[in-house]
């Protein structure tokens, strides 16, 4: 992994969006290129926040509580790791950690996902209200196989529209 730039103006959080964990505990290669991602982020001083979002999947434990565990072993301080361990999708990725965000007082945040994946999340947290952008790792070459890639490109594809109609909803219920 290439050393990060200290960015121009910092985020007031990261946004650190889950994947899948394996047996044991282990992150899966999704999740643990994301992790590193973050952790160097915030070593490049991009925010003086994480927000871990990602409940429980197939296996335990809970995606935010992996990533905080990593994310501990990288270097980053327990202090500043905050987790959402209760969303499933991307979201309720978006509404479940906007209630640690706004307690927080954060608004500007940077959210960590794979880059295909980066648009909806984006798209959510803007919706909600907070200055979102996004960054994302580059695809491990050799690591991850091109036809799951562009599987997942095809997915997102799909999934936007479909956001786009959720998001009005929420919009209109909860008053954004």
């Known amino acids: 992994m290439q050393p990060l730039q200290n960015p121009q103006t910092p985020a007031d959080a990261i946004v650190l969006l889950g994947a899948a964990v394996w047996t044991g505990g ?16 915030y070593h490049a001083g991009a925010a003086p926040i994480i927000v871990g979002c990602g409940g429980l999947g197939n296996h ?10 990593e994310l501990i072993t990288l270097g980053v301080p327990e202090s ?3 987790t959402e361990t209760r969303s499933r999708n991307t979201l309720e990725n978006a509404v479940f950690s906007a209630r640690i965000l706004r307690q927080e007082k954060l608004e500007n945040i940077l959210i960590v996902s794979d880059r295909y994946h980066l648009p909806r999340a984006v798209l959510c947290f803007q919706t909600l209200g907070f200055s979102a952008t996004g ?5 491990s070459v050799g690591k991850t196989p091109l036809n799951k890639w562009l599987f997942a490109c095809l997915r997102e594809t799909a999934a936007y529209p479909l956001y786009l109609v959720k998001l009005r909803t929420i919009r209109k219920r909860s008053g954004f």
Not at 135 to 139: A, D, F, L, N, T
């Open 80 to 82: 500043v790791i905050r």
């Open 26 to 41: 282990r992150p899966s290669p999704t999740l643990l290129r994301r992790i590193k991602h973050a952790a160097a982020l």
């Open 60 to 69: 335990p434990p809970a995606e935010a509580n992996v990533m905080k565990r």
């Open 135 to 139: 960054s994302g790792p580059g695809r």
